[in-house]
């Protein structure tokens, strides 16, 4: 190539941007997911554990350092938050930081099942927007010989106890869980991103910038969010919620 050929292919290069060079696949990676929501803006109110109310969990299951909200996952059990919500967006970031470790979201959770509660336990009713390390299907098929057929480490979304809800398909065999339409989750050690959009009765989740799963005709449509503890330590951070007409 000539120096004339070079200085006009640099020159192009500025003119035309970065972006036009790269090739697909850099594109793809580069690119920000259209619905990577990061919670800030009108509306929007940051959550912390001062928000919460600790159910059935020992003092110091939960608890604050540099704005994390950091749990050891044990007892099994719940922090509340101290009101109740009905159509509302929520954004949380978690990260588990051990093996197969589990946790969840509790959705719209009558008061009634929060009654007499015993610690080790969760609450029987409320939907459930699963947070489980991919380590979880890993130990499963290890331990049953074949991969699971009724959940999975990506962002399902289900009713719990008392709870209703028709699934977005794909749906666990025989259940009201929907799985996710793709598998975006990250390993132990590595935030993810979840987006979830609470609207009449509807629960819609973006699992690290995609829409991956939700349900509609959710019964009940309001109530309390939750925080799980599940037998393995968990940190949240970046809790925000906007409610909505």
Partial sequence: MTRKIRLLAVALACLI??????SDEEKTADETPK??????????????????TNINCDNDTWSMKDDLIYCTGTPVGVTRSKKQYKNFELVAEWMHLKHAGNSGIFLWAPEEVFEGLKPNALPPGGIEVQVLDLGYET??????????????SHGDVFPVGTSDMKPFEPAAPGGKRSFPSK????GINEWNHYYVRAINGEVRLWVNGEEVSGGNECKPSEG?????????????????IRELP
């Fill in 17 to 22: 941007g970065p972006s036009l060079l790269l």
């Fill in 224 to 240: 309390y969010m939750c925080l799980e503890s599940e037998g393995s330590p968990v940190q949240f951070r970046n809790l925000r």
């Fill in 35 to 52: 619905a990577f929501i990061d919670g800030v803006g009108p509306g929007w109110v940051e959550l912390t554990l001062d928000d919460f």
């Fill in 139 to 152: 130990e499963y098929e290890k331990k049953n010989g074949k991969p699971s057929d009724w959940f999975t």
């Fill in 183 to 186: 598998r975006l989750s990250k």
